[in-house]
């Protein structure tokens, strides 16, 4: 049965350090099962397990930490890159066995979505074969992992494991960002699935079971696309350049701006966030930079410590705790509201 389950959801366009607060969580609470609910390769999370840096794509990262790790309902899989993943941990030193498991109805990446998604030019995509993928899911053309003769060994029925004897405690963690989102997101700039709390509930698990929403966020925001994002001021190449702003996938530049308050506070009330994560003040703090965007407003502060008390402020009646983030490795330092 289920007896709690936590997600962590990125509040922003991806890349907000999900990966870390997912290790700090395995490390300190008791998960029996960890659970990706969206997404392909196209994700890249960077975790450290005894200060060495592994970067997942497919596979949670909970098997770092000896936790039964799913490949749940909702994302899409490559199998050659997942074959790749596994090897990469296990050379790691890491035990893998018995304990990645990937949903039986998880639809498969074939050669041909790969190559149709190398075409694309309008979105900039990670060019893994996402969006096909998905698409022919929803036009029922899809080939699922159960008709995948090398898969067998890995496939889980989510039922019976969720609701057996064993009582399961559950960590969800999701890909992209709330505005990559298929629905939320700018649309045509998003990924080709659902990135809100809403992705990991459609794997079985009652919405009652829910105890802690973690959603992270930057002290500034990042996207990869084709869309303009970054306003033209020198400043954000700095910013990019000090937080080392470049895709783990794919290696491509992140465009820079500053957060948009309002916008976290839609994407926190959306996936009703108890805790906040906001990660990498340490890059605003070096350059002694502390901006954010407020109702259209571009607000300057004349110290971090203000800017901290205005985004308390506005986020106090919607989170319970806030983590402030200046390690890439740690969750941050708690302040409950
Ligand atoms: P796709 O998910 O590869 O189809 O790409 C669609 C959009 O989502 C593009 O703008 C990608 O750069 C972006 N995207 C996909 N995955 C990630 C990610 O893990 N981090 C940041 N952006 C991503
Ligand atoms: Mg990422």
Not at 88 to 104: H, R, S, V, Y
Not at 106 to 120: A, M, P, R, S, Y
Not at 266 to 279: F, Q, S, Y
Request: hydrophobic content about 35%.
């Amino acid at each position: 049965m289920i007896e709690f389950f936590d997600v962590i959801v990125d509040l922003q366009q991806g890349d907000c350090g999900k990966g870390a607060v997912s290790n700090y969580l395995v490390e300190n609470i008791k998960y029996t099962h960890v659970v990706r609910y969206n997404g392909s390769n196209n994700a890249g999370h960077s975790v450290y397990v005894n200060d060495k840096k592994i970067i997942t794509h497919s596979i949670p990262a909970g098997v770092l930490h000896g936790i039964k790790s799913i490949i749940g309902f909702g994302c899409v899989l490559n199998v050659d890159h997942f074959f790749k993943e596994l090897k990469q941990i296990q050379e790691a030193g890491i035990n893998t066995d018995g304990l990645i498991k990937i949903a039986q109805n998880v639809h498969i990446i074939t050669d041909e979505h790969l190559n149709e998604d190398e075409l694309d030019s309008k979105i900039g995509t990670t060019k893994k074969g996402n969006g096909p993928a998905y698409r022919d899911k929803y036009d029922r053309k899809g080939i699922r992992a159960f008709e995948i003769k090398e898969l067998k060994p890995f496939l889980v029925d989510i039922y019976e494991e969720f609701f057996g004897d064993f009582s399961c405690k559950i960590l969800f963690e999701g890909a992209q960002g709330f505005y990559l989102d298929i629905d939320w997101g700018d649309y045509p700039y998003v990924t080709s699935s659902h990135c809100t709390v809403g992705s990991a509930i459609l794997n079985g698990v009652p919405a009652q079971k829910i105890d802690k929403v973690y959603g992270v966020a930057k002290i500034y925001e990042t996207y990869v696309g084709e869309k303009d994002f970054e306003p033209k001021d020198v400043i954000f190449e700095i910013i990019r350049q000090h937080g080392n702003e470049y895709g783990s996938t794919t290696g491509r530049p992140r465009q820079c701006n500053y957060l948009n308050l309002n916008n976290l506070l839609k994407a926190i009330r959306v996936n009703g966030v108890t805790d906040l994560v906001i990660r990498k003040l340490d890059i605003l703090r070096n350059l002694g930079i502390f901006v954010v965007y407020h109702n259209d407003q571009k607000i300057k502060f004349d110290c971090e410590s203000q800017m901290k008390n205005y985004i308390k402020d506005h986020v106090k009646n919607d989170v319970k705790r806030i983590y402030w983030a200046y390690d890439p490795s740690n969750i941050g330092e708690l302040e409950s509201l």
